[in-house]
């Protein structure tokens, strides 16, 4: 935790969560950026904040969500939906599945190809039902502007604020925003999901991908929510506002693809790997046919400490921005 933990600690926890398997930054990461989000506009915004609550306040499952779908109205929760709704329903996955991220390539980094040349809505077509395949950075300018457009319907507009709520989230991790071939094999690890690393004496491989979204974050922040929003208030000052509650999504997108080179990559592909064929398992316990074989790489103690200020930087950077699409959209 920022000002609780020593870095020791932070580390220590880091170890104790090191075989976990979770989606976008994981829970502990989405609900930190909906809650500091709110923390800002409680003071800031409180009117936003209302409109906010209200919104969220009318949801409730429906036929395209499923049964499946839980539904809990508070912002911190719902911040998570979409990840849910990926998981347990076979239609929101197939729809919103490429939603998530933008995987700009490593080497040859172009916006189009991920983005699928960005695909425009026809006429009457709701962003929340189509196209897709398209990437995190179209979606969050399409649900903005329902947001912004006062003839959304009401429906459609808390369907945009639960994807932004999320999507906002989602864009700030670095490997949501980058993918990279290896030049050896000539085969694409998927935003770090066919990366083994492996820390200290622990011998079964965890996804690059996974390491980032779930366990530096709770290295970081902690598990309680509440308690990391008072944490990362900290590195939100008025300088820190006004520098970062600026931009578009295609600028947080190429901000997040420097980090994956700097932060991410960096410390792991330029080092020799300690296995070359591990074969990854999807949710099923099959071989991941997208990975084939993987390398592994051995990381160290510094890798972490630089991980754990880039996780807390980019965390709070989303809740000042998250804020600041809600306040200047909302309408």
Known sequence: MLAALARGSALGVLAVLWPSLCLAWGNE???????????????????????????LAKDKPDAWHGANVPVATDIGNEA????????????????????????????????????????????????SQAPSPDCVIDKIDQFTSELKNPQTSDNERLLALKFLLHFVGDIHQPLHAATRTDPQIGHEDFGGNCVGVLRGNDR???????????????????????????????????????????????????????????????????????????????????????????????????????????VEEQLAKAAVRLAWLLKENLQ
């Open 204 to 310: 079964d491989p965890i996804r690059l991908h996974s390491y980032w979204d779930t366990n530096l974050v709770v290295a970081a922040v902690g598990q309680d929510e509440n308690r990391a929003v008072t944490e990362l208030m900290p590195l939100i000052t008025a300088s820190s506002q006004k520098e970062w509650a600026k931009g578009t999504p295609a600028d947080w997108a190429q901000e997040s693809h420097g980090l994956a080179k700097s932060s991410v990559y960096a410390g792991v592909i330029d080092k020799a790997p300690v296995q070359t064929d591990f074969v990854f398992k999807d949710r099923d316990g099959k071989p991941d046919e997208r990975c084939g074989k993987s390398k592994v790489y051995k990381i160290d103690p510094s890798y972490d400490q630089q991980g754990i200020k880039v």
């Open 29 to 55: 990461g989405h609900k930190t950026v909906a809650l500091t989000a709110a923390k800002i506009l409680s003071t800031e915004a409180p009117a936003t904040l209302a409109k906010v609550n209200a919104i």
């Open 80 to 127: 998570t939906w979409a990840d849910l709704l990926r998981e347990k329903s076979n239609p929101g996955k197939k729809v919103t599945e490429s939603w998530h991220f933008v995987d700009i390539d490593f080497d040859q980094p172009n916006l189009d190809k991920p983005c699928a040349g960005h695909p425009k809505l026809s006429a009457g077509q709701v962003a």
